[in-house]
């Protein structure tokens, strides 16, 4: 595991997409070796989407050949609702690229079987022959996708009821009404993030430094869930400073 810290947001935004710039240009991907890709949705990551768009319209990286896997969807909120993961997906990143759309993967929270739903995803991603290089984000109880405090390190994508405090940290997408943001979603487990060959899990903000303090300074631990990472062969923390304020 390596820490990376940066001087702030920006920074991290801008270091981290010109990683998976970097890494995408040296897999070299082309129609019959696609580079396998996993994106978090939420606020860390915008920044990065900013830049790759960038990058993109510079003629700097193409997606033509990118697949992508989201880490998790709410249950019940059409895929039009502005705070779906779909709706984030499309209007933040997919819809300014050149990714094919039947390439870019995000859970289903709306189908008639969630849980056959989710080993669809497990299957479609192990088709397409893992993920290469995992973003990740978390949220200030240490949760990685929607895997919360307590969560298995070996869990695989499934449905998850949310704890409070994530209720909490996304009530603000959802008017400041806590009763407004659905209770259930779909997440890759902890085991899937895992199996990625590559994972960068982006921190930002005095709000995450505690997790960030548990994720790298104390014993794995299912109760900050994002800590499994420390046992992970090629796992890169990016913060900025704000969030090492809780470092020894
Ligand atoms: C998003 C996700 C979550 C977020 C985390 C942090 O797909 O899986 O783990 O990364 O909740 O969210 P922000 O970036 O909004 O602080």
């Not at 070299?28 to 768009?53: A, E, H, K, N, S």
């Not at 085991?191 to 060959?197: N, P, Y």
Request: aromatic share 10%; glycine share 8%.
């Amino acid at each position: 595991m390596r820490l990376i810290i940066l001087e702030d947001a920006s920074v991290v935004a801008d270091w981290a997409a010109r990683f998976v710039l970097q890494r995408i240009t040296e897999f070299g991907p082309g129609p019959d070796r696609r580079f396998v890709l996993g994106l978090p949705t939420g606020g860390t990551p915008l920044g990065m989407y900013r830049r790759l768009i960038d990058f993109y319209k510079e003629g700097r990286i193409s997606f033509k050949y990118v697949t992508t896997f989201n880490m998790d969807e709410y249950v019940g909120l059409p895929r039009d609702h502005p705070e779906s993961y779909h709706y984030y997906m499309w209007n933040e990143f997919f819809k300014h690229i050149d990714i094919d759309p039947a390439h870019a993967h995000v859970l289903d929270g709306n189908a008639p079987n969630l849980v056959a739903e989710c080993q669809r995803f497990e299957t479609l991603i192990r088709e397409a022959g893992g993920v290469r290089l995992f973003i990740g984000g978390i949220g200030p109880d240490g949760h990685i996708a929607f895997n919360e405090p307590g969560s298995s390190l070996v869990s695989r994508t499934r449905v998850k009821t949310l704890a409070y405090d994530t209720l909490e940290a996304n009530k603000r997408f959802f008017g400041n009404d806590i009763s407004k943001v659905p209770r259930q979603a779909l997440t890759v487990g902890v085991g899937t993030v895992m199996d990625a060959h590559e994972v960068m899990i982006l921190i930002t903000g005095v709000h995450k430094a505690l997790a960030l303090a548990k994720a790298v300074e104390e014993g794995v631990n299912h109760m900050w869930t994002v800590s499994a990472f420390q046992q992970h062969a090629q796992a890169l923390f990016v913060c900025d400073e704000d969030a090492t304020l809780e470092l020894r």
